[in-house]
Structures are given as C-alpha cells and as structure tokens.
C-alpha cells in the first residue's frame, strides 16, 4: 500500500482546492507523497432546505411503516448509494455510481444532516460506489476498477487534499476488458478475519459459456478477499449472477449478501437471492441456479443448455420476489427497535425495471433465528412506488444503522436519505 506517515498538523497543511477537481488532472501521486494539489480550500455543499426538500419531505408521509416508527428526511445526498457510517464521530460517507463520495455530517446531533460535500474531491473517483471502514478507522472506497483507502477520513475531510493510499491500482480489480457499465458497481466489507471483501458483478445478463471458467477463477460473479494492503487476494464465493450488498453477521461470522438474478425470463422467474457464505469456496450455482430456478438452457442462457450443475451448489436463505433488486443490506446491531428487529437483516430493494407491473421500491426484513439461518421474509416500509400510477417516488438503495440505533435508508433517485426511528411502546 502506497501510504506515507502522516500527523493531525501534516494533513491539515495540505489542503487544497475542489475547484481542480474534476478537470482531468490525477492528483493521486502528489496526494500520496503528502504533497498540495489544489490551491482553494473552499468545498461547495449541497443546500439542505428548499422546494426539493420540501418535496420529498412531503412523499414520505406516504411511506408505511409498523407502529411506532417514523421516518425523516435525514439529508439531501444526490445519486446516494452505499453508506458507511463513520466509527467516532456522528457522520457518514456516502459512495455514489458517478465521480463523488459524499461527506455528510450531523454536526449538532439533532438527527438532521447539516453539512453535505464531496469528499477527496481533488481525486478523480470513477464509480466510487463501495465506501466501508477497516476496525482502526481507515475509509476504503471501492471504485469500478481500483481500490483506495484514507486514514481517519472522518477527521481529515474538511479540505480537498486528503490522505491517500492505494489498495488496488487502477485496473487490477478486473481485467480491463471486463469493464461494463453493467453491474460495475462494487460493495466492499471488512470481515472478523481483517480482511477485505469485495463483491464483483458479472457484465452480462448471463456470461457466455466460454466466460465461466474464467469469471470463477477471477471471482468475477462472485466475491474476493484481500488483506488491508490488496496483498493475499484470492476468490471466497463464486456462483452469483450480480452480488451486491454485503453484511457479516456478528453472532457468528458468515457473511450475508445480496443477489440480483437474471434479466428477461418473465415478471415471477427467477428470484432473488440472500445468500449466507460460511466458508471459502463455496459455489452459489449461478449460471445453472438461479434460486431454484435452472436458468441454464432457459432463453437467457440457451448455450449453456448442456452445462453440468456444480456440484454441492448453496441454495439461497431467501428466495427474493423476482426483479425486485435488492441491493444494500445491514445486520440491525441497534437497540432503538423493538427485540424483534435485533439481530435481523434488514434490505434495500431498488425495484423493478423489467417487470409490469412494477415491483420494489421497498425495505424488508428478514429475522434470522437461533441456528444462523433465514426466518420469514416481510415488508418493513413500504410507499416509494406508488401503486395506482406505477411512477417511483424513490428508489431505496442501502440501510445502515446509527449508533442511536436508528437505520438510515439511502434513495439514489430522489437523491436523499431517510432516517428510521421507533419511538413507540
């Protein structure tokens, strides 16, 4: 890892301008050597009042929750995707599918943003969609095709020029010929073991049967592990069609993702999938699977009509509503909620974009019971798609919890974040 000792002096001295931020210039290298690479400290933010707050404070009074939670607007955050809730202090980092991380910060505690602003923005983020925290404070963000990781970001994010270091040099994520702007967005977790996991879409519907061997041996479908400093890197899961969010489950340490399955094949085939990964290696049956489904030979894979089915394939904990893309989802380690949410995953689904009529735009929880397995999936809020137009008013994206206990719910189309809070008996 390209990293240089810094102090709290040090850094402050080298900030910089967000005015050179995007005009095609790397800044990268001088920022690694704790050098200068812009000049106006200023740092434009995103305005928190107006008629576009007005109005989506206005849509949420049609979201439906069980009694005794609210929901709020928490900040404007526009294309909000991923979150990661700071570890020391009451802010957060928020990755997008653009060329900015979000800083968001709730400087008086009220349980309203009062700051948001791009983070690092003298760097040239592209597809900055994973944001995640290593145990001693280090932000990681997970581009499209490099990793970068800043120490103590929540304390050194003020100015333009931060402390950088790289994990994954630019186009050594993936092979650069696999780069897609389908399923290019990547999520990133650091495990119990301190490592690093990284979730790696495939970029087809479903990949040529020429591509599988390849895709399992890179972990493209699937998810990698690395140490802190991008050494060590090796494949833990294969088997996926599209894996997004990803969680570890602090009770026993399994990892938990989402999967988002095949386009095409009708409004009720095939599922989607929350998968439980307890060990390296294991195969989640992707081409062949998808859920219970077998999409090999279907009209998305007619190719893979005589592909084997791999053998001891892991079959999904839930079975997900067909297309409704389920993307972010958090283990709930708050106490603010009722004993039923502890323990339990909560999940974003995006929605529907090939089905009709339209499904999603919702957030579920699924409890997990006494031997690490799946409970009962259910409708946790409900609203963003309205029923008798069909238009979206929001699509959820990611959940994480507050310290307060509190779950904040991100919404890359209304551009915005929403915080949950339960103050009933």
């Not at 019971?369 to 799946?374: E, H, I, L, Q, R």
């Amino acid at each position: 890892m390209k990293f240089h000792r810094f102090g709290a002096v040090a850094v402050a001295a080298l900030l910089a301008t967000a005015a050179h931020a995007q005009q095609g210039k790397d800044n990268l290298a001088a920022m690694q050597q704790m050098k200068v690479a812009t000049t106006d400290l200023n740092i434009p933010v995103v305005p928190q009042v107006g008629k576009n707050a007005d109005a989506i404070r206005n849509n949420l009074k049609k979201i439906k929750l069980p009694e005794g939670f609210k929901i709020d607007l928490f900040a404007i955050v526009p294309d909000a995707r991923h979150m990661a809730v700071a570890p020391s202090t009451n802010m957060l980092f928020v990755g997008t599918r653009k060329t900015t991380v979000w800083a968001v910060t709730d400087r008086n505690s009220d349980g309203v943003a009062d700051e948001v602003k791009a983070f690092a923005p003298s760097l040239n983020f592209k597809v900055p969609n994973g944001v995640c925290w290593t145990k001693d404070g280090f932000l990681i963000v997970a581009e499209h095709n490099r990793v970068l990781t800043f120490p103590a970001a929540e304390f050194f994010y003020e100015g333009p020029d931060v402390a950088v270091g790289t994990v994954v040099p630019q186009g050594k994520l993936i092979p650069t010929e696999y780069e897609s702007y389908n399923h290019g967005a990547r999520t990133c977790r650091v495990g119990p073991d301190n490592k690093l996991y990284i979730t790696l879409g495939q970029p087809f519907n479903v990949q040529p049967a020429d591509k599988i061997d390849e895709f399992n041996r890179l972990g493209i479908g699937g998810i990698v592990r690395m140490d802190l400093d991008g050494k060590n890197r090796e494949v833990f899961s294969i088997g996926a069609r599209n894996s997004v969010g990803q969680d570890f489950n602090p009770k026993d340490g399994t990892l938990w993702w989402t999967d988002n399955q095949t386009d095409g094949l009708g409004n009720d085939i095939p599922p989607g999938e929350l998968n439980r990964s307890t060990k390296k290696g294991e195969h989640f049956g992707y081409p062949y699977w998808g859920g219970h489904y077998k999409v090999a030979g279907s009209p998305a894979a007619a190719d893979l009509k005589d592909m084997k089915e791999p053998a001891n394939a892991v079959f999904p904990q839930v079975e997900l509503p067909a297309h409704q893309a389920q993307l972010g989802m958090t283990f709930y380690s708050g106490k603010q909620f009722p004993a039923k949410y502890r323990g339990g995953v909560f999940l974003a689904a995006h929605g529907s974009w090939n089905r009709s009529p339209a499904s999603g735009a919702l957030i579920q929880y699924v409890p997990v019971k006494a031997d690490g397995t799946a409970g009962k999936l259910e409708t946790f809020a409900e609203g963003w798609l309205d029923s008798e137009t069909g238009i979206y008013n929001g699509r959820p994206v990611d959940v994480a919890v507050m310290k307060d206990g509190s779950l904040l719910i991100s919404d890359d189309y209304a551009g915005a974040i929403y915080r949950v809070t339960y103050s009933g008996n």
